[in-house]
DNA sequence: TCGATCCTGTAG
DNA sequence: CTACAGGATCGA
């Protein structure tokens, strides 16, 4: 599910719930979310309460007292949220938090793909420096882009998905980028001839700035199907059907191990 | 730079 | 049953 703008949503959503609490104890369901950490490590968490919440790429971390800090990756089908009281908790909850008020901090993740960890300040700052720029952020121009391009040979599409490079796009907002940009995916990045890198520059904030909007209106709690990325989508997803511009059939392809969605007529090599 | 891998769920 | 899933890491 998550891409940077449902990360950020919710992010938004949990500081909103959360930020404030604090914690009573806290349930591991399944060790493997947590490790390396051992279960045991998590109870210095009894009794902290929850000062900050910030996202860097797909990143969460959370800011407790006592200089303690989580770090939460979403990976795949994870998410984050705050409920009334932990017996709601959903058979996919891996860990969660209850807090002194009798409301639960829920870890859900069906896939258990995704982590949970203790982290230093030192850390984080370490997870941070080895990411490329916010997409959304003012440092991320068409300069920036210039030359990160000009840095790599591979394929465009595979490498937007490459977080040391631009931290935060995923696998659909890459394929609508350069959906939109009309860049075929298999163009290689030093490649892509200076006019298209401003439209691909604009095309990842639009189709990201446009799928936050959505996200936090649309990402919602336990069993609500998360269809954030049913509108406005214009290429994942559709092999087969018309493109959007021209008509022609969208066509899937793997790169990477991942599914690229493109149209072979209006975004050509 | 690729393929395999971590997992579970769902669609075909 | 198989294929595939919006992520990231590891080893070859």
């Given at each position: 599910m998550p891409e940077l703008p449902e990360v950020e949503a919710v992010v938004r959503r949990f500081r909103e719930a959360a930020i404030g609490a604090s914690i009573h104890s806290v349930q591991i369901e399944r060790a493997g979310t947590v490790a390396p950490h051992l279960p045991s490590e998590f109870k210095s968490l009894h009794g902290a309460s929850i000062l900050r919440a910030h996202r860097r790429a797909k990143h969460i971390f959370i800011h407790l007292s006592g200089d303690q800090h989580l770090h939460i990756h979403l990976r795949m089908t994870g998410n984050l949220y705050v409920i009334p009281d932990y017996r709601l908790r959903p058979h996919s909850a891996r860990v969660w938090f209850r807090l002194k008020d009798n409301r639960s901090i829920i870890y859900e993740d069906s896939r258990a793909l995704g982590k949970v960890h203790l982290v230093t300040r030192a850390q984080i700052e370490r997870i941070e420096s080895g990411l490329g720029p916010e997409p959304l952020e003012p440092t991320f121009t068409p300069m920036i882009l210039k030359a990160i391009l000009a840095t790599s040979r591979s394929p465009i599409k595979p490498m937007l998905l490459d977080q040391t490079r631009i931290?935060?796009?995923g696998n659909i907002y890459a394929s609508e980028a350069l959906w939109h940009s009309r860049i075929?995916?298999?163009?290689r990045a030093n490649q892509v001839p200076v006019r298209k890198i401003s439209k691909l520059h604009s095309a990842i904030q639009k189709v990201l700035r446009e799928a936050a909007a959505g996200a936090y209106a649309g990402?919602?709690?336990?069993?609500?199907?998360?269809?954030?990325?049913?509108?406005?989508?214009?290429?994942?997803?559709?092999?087969g059907k018309p493109c959007l511009r021209c008509q022609t059939p969208i066509k899937r392809i793997t790169q990477a191990a991942r599914s690229t969605f493109f149209c072979p007529s209006c975004q050509p090599c």
């Open positions: 931290a935060g796009v075929h995916p298999c163009t990402y919602q709690q336990p069993g609500t199907a998360i269809e954030s990325e049913s509108f406005g989508v214009s290429a994942y997803g559709r092999a």
